[in-house]
């Protein structure tokens, strides 16, 4: 099975500041890929599918890149609501849709 | 609006069943796949099931081959998971999704999500 990796586990960021999560898998998965946002307390909400294509409704701030193994989340300019845990899924395969370990960002 | 709808949780002893149910609104149910995610207290998320539009194809997690069983009745833009031998490690919120195709056969993304309905298995 293709293992995806995330870190940081946590970050802690100022407001108005540029931040990167990062989520490697095992394996290549080419740039299927989607990245989900969870607020304390809610249901996750879907940020970006195919590596970098936002979903409609998710602001612009957010962004995602990569390919491969290699894929990247960046949240330009942190806001105060985008205190969550993100997680990213990788979709290549029917034989398992599976999860990273999710990256807590908090606000410094 | 979409709107996915949980129901069906609650505490079983191991080794005990139980039937989740998800109800679909605000949009054509029968063009969509469906999956359950699940959501251990305090851990990550954990994709448990899914089935395609038509009931014709399903996959599970290997964690739940076997025991679980997951079904849809599109008449009534529904969708079941079907849980059996209920261990303590399936203690988890269980939330409904909506699932989107990356490729033709390709289960992709998940959107939306339903609130979850919690099941607990007692150790």
């Known amino acids: 099975d293709i293992q995806m990796t995330q870190f940081p586990s946590s970050l802690s960021a100022s407001v108005g500041h540029t931040i990167t999560i990062t989520c490697r898998a095992s394996?290549?998965?080419?740039?299927?890929l989607a990245w989900y946002q969870q607020k304390p307390g809610k249901v996750p909400n879907l940020l970006i599918y195919?590596?970098?294509t936002l979903q409609s409704g998710v602001p612009s701030r957010f962004s995602g890149s990569g390919s491969g193994t290699d894929f990247t989340l960046t949240i330009s300019s942190l806001q105060p609501e985008d205190v969550a845990t993100y997680y990213c899924q990788k979709y290549n395969s029917a034989l398992g849709l599976t999860f990273g370990g999710g990256t807590k960002v908090e606000i410094k | 609006e979409v709107q996915l709808v949980e129901s069906g949780g609650g505490v079983v002893r191991p080794g005990g069943s139980l039937r989740l149910s998800c109800a679909g609104s605000g949009f054509t149910f029968g063009d969509y796949g469906m999956s359950w995610v699940r959501q251990a207290p305090g851990k990550g998320l954990e994709w448990v099931s899914g089935?395609?539009?038509?009931?014709?194809?399903?996959g599970y997690a290997d964690s739940v081959k076997g025991r679980f069983r997951i079904s849809r009745d599109n008449g009534k833009n529904s969708v079941y998971l079907q849980m059996n031998s209920l261990r303590a490690e399936d203690t988890a919120l269980y939330y409904c999704a909506r699932t989107f195709l990356a490729a033709a056969g390709l289960v992709g993304w998940f959107d939306p999500w339903g609130q979850g309905t919690l099941v607990t298995v007692p150790s």
């Open positions: 394996q290549g998965i080419g740039t299927y």
């Open positions: 195919a590596a970098s």
């Open positions: 089935i395609n539009w038509n009931g014709g194809s399903t």
